[in-house]
C-alpha cells in the first residue's frame, strides 16, 4: 500500500503481514495496532553490494517493522518526498536520502560517475560520493531532504546539478562529477559552484531546496 503524506515532514505506513516496511533507524515517530521492530543489515545486497556499501559509506542502520498496523515516520524534522517505483528503471540516490521503503523492495550500490580519481577527489570534497544506492521494484520509498525536493523532468537535455542539493533520480540518466577548479576558487574568489553533476538522458531528478548535507 502507498506511503500516505501526513505532512511536508510526516508519512504514515501502512504494515501488513504481507507488507512489512524498512526504515532507518530512530525514524519511527509513532504507530498503531500489534506491530514489532528489529534491526536489519545489508538489506537486498550481496557480497559485493555490502562490501561496495562498506568502502563508500553507502549505508545505514535500518529497522524492519512487522505485524499489522499504522507507523508514523520522520527524521530529524526533515522533508519527506514519497516516491511509488512501477517496477521499471530504479531510484538512485544517496543511501542517507532514504527514509523507508516497502521492504519487498531490493538495494544495491552503484558507482556513479566516470571520471577517474581526478572525480573521486572531486567527490570527496564537494561530499557527493562515486558511489550511491540503487532502489529497484514495486512500492513505496520516502525520502529525506533539506528544504523539500522538487522534481525537473529531462527529456534528452543535459542539466549541471550542485553534488550538495542532488537527491535522487529516476530513469535513463548518466550522472558525471565535473570538476572547474581554478586560481580564483582555490583563493576563495570563485563562485562557490566548481563542481557540478551533469546529468542527461530521459528522466527525473530530484533536487532539494538547501545545500545542506546530512
Known amino acids: 500500500m502507498p506511503f500516505e503524506t501526513v505532512n511536508s515532514k510526516v508519512v504514515r505506513a501502512h504494515v501488513g503481514p504481507a507488507d512489512p516496511v524498512l526504515a532507518r533507524r530512530g525514524a519511527m515517530l509513532g504507530y498503531s495496532g500489534q506491530v514489532t521492530f528489529r534491526p536489519v543489515h545489508g538489506q537486498g545486497r550481496g557480497i559485493g553490494g555490502m562490501v561496495g556499501a562498506a568502502m563508500s559509506g553507502e549505508s545505514n542502520p535500518m529497522m524492519a517493522t512487522e505485524g499489522s498496523g499504522q507507523v508514523l515516520y520522520g527524521y530529524k524534522g526533515m522533508h519527506v518526498t514519497v516516491l511509488e517505483l512501477d517496477g521499471g528503471a530504479p531510484l538512485v540516490c544517496e543511501a542517507d536520502r532514504l527514509l ?18 581526478r572525480s573521486a577527489i572531486s567527490g570527496a570534497m564537494t561530499g557527493q560520493g562515486l ?5 529497484h521494484g514495486r512500492g513505496s520509498v520516502a525520502l529525506l531532504a533539506h528544504g523539500g525536493a522538487f522534481p525537473l523532468q529531462l527529456g534528452g537535455q543535459q542539466v549541471g546539478v550542485d553534488p550538495q542539493a542532488y537527491v535522487g533520480h529516476v530513469g535513463q540518466l548518466s550522472v558525471d562529477l565535473a570538476a572547474k577548479v ?15 553533476l551533469k546529468i542527461s538522458g530521459h528522466g527525473t531528478v530530484y533536487v532539494q531546496a538547501s545545500e545542506q548535507k546530512f
Open 131 to 135: 558511489f550511491t544506492t540503487n532502489v
Open 100 to 117: 523507508a521503503h516497502d521492504a519487498n523492495l531490493q538495494t544495491s550500490v552503484q558507482f556513479l560517475g566516470s571520471g577517474g580519481l
Open 182 to 196: 581554478g586560481l580564483r576558487d582555490v583563493v576563495g574568489r570563485g563562485s562557490g559552484e566548481a563542481f557540478q
